[in-house]
């Protein structure tokens, strides 16, 4: 169970239901059922993806990464693109009963994510497909919306797939040891810029308080990873994708609604499992 939990990254699936909530709430809330739904769905093509991108690794991983699973021998690769393969399908049938658009979406984030598996070692501009995904889910959720996919939740999609392309940089270069640009660290700050955008004087909002909270959470994370006198670029990473709940907090704006304790309870579970679940 261990191994498929690891396989998984599962300790970063509830930002995949917090992407969710967010789309569906900016885009007029509506039926819960439906956004259980696709909740499940999207976290199936998540899992999917995570196993996929360990069975595309493969080789990669034996000869640099032999403590993963199936280097390790704790999994055969054929288990591994059976588990992937498989709940792939799942998600697909889940979300694409849900009406036309959820299936053409999904149809979208499958493509991106075999896709992104396929060349991201390769390419250099891969974090943007990761960024895409994300940007995906987020509109799945708002999809089963009331108001379908509305203006606010789509810029607040592409300010999340900004901030992934950030944290996915950071976490490439933790993973080949290149030279790093800083330059891309920028795209974090976009979630920011739009709250600054949509709430007038954010800093004296009731919003203000996710928003200096978030600044200070993600500078931690870039000192741990960055410029610390031991620099542990892995830990920030995982910190960083730890935030995306408070990401999505921010683009919601309503820090006096109850649904708030959400968000802020998804991203403490976060930071738990990933005690015992590494986040990479």
């Known amino acids: 169970m ?5 396989l998984g990254r599962v300790s970063s699936l509830p930002t995949i239901w ?22 499940f769905g999207c976290s199936l093509l998540y899992v999917a993806g995570m196993f996929l991108n360990d069975a595309f690794d493969a080789q990669y991983d034996r000869q640099r990464r ?26 697909i049938i889940c979300l694409a009963v849900m009406g036309l658009v ?22 250099a501009l891969a974090p943007v497909l990761m960024a895409f995904c994300r940007c995906l889910v987020y509109l799945i959720g708002a999809s089963v919306a009331a108001r379908g996919i509305a203006g606010l939740a789509i810029w607040s999609s592409l300010a999340l797939g900004a ?14 040891q290149l030279s790093m640009e800083y330059w891309p660290l920028l795209f974090l700050a976009a979630p920011f810029f739009l709250a600054w955008l949509v709430n007038e004087k954010v800093i004296f909002h009731p919003v203000g308080v996710i928003f200096v909270g978030l600044i200070v959470w993600v ?8 410029w610390s006198t031991v620099r542990n670029i892995g830990y920030g990473v995982s910190m960083l994708l730890a935030g995306i709940p408070l990401v999505d907090c921010l683009a919601v704006g309503e820090p006096t609604h109850p649904i708030s304790w959400l968000f802020v309870a998804w991203f403490l579970l976060v930071l738990v499992l990933q ?3 590494p986040a990479t």
């Not at 959820?102 to 390419?123: N, R, S």
Request: aromatic letters at 10%; charged letters at 10%; glycine letters at 10%.
């Open 2 to 6: 261990r191994t498929l939990l690891i």
């Open 18 to 39: 917090s992407n969710c909530l967010a789309g569906w709430w900016l885009s007029g809330g509506g039926n819960w059922l439906s956004l259980v739904w696709v909740t």
């Open 66 to 91: 032999v403590t993963r699973p199936i280097p390790s021998g704790a999994i055969t690769e054929r288990e591994v693109w059976s588990w992937g393969l498989g709940l792939l399908v799942l998600g």
């Open 102 to 123: 959820p299936a053409i979406l999904t149809l979208f984030l499958v493509g991106t994510i075999l896709v992104y598996e396929a060349i991201h070692k390769a390419v």
């Open 163 to 176: 901030y992934v392309v950030g944290v996915s940089y950071l976490a490439r270069k933790a993973d080949t």
């Open 219 to 226: 500078l931690l994370a870039l000192r741990l990873a960055l």
């Open 275 to 277: 005690q015992r679940i």
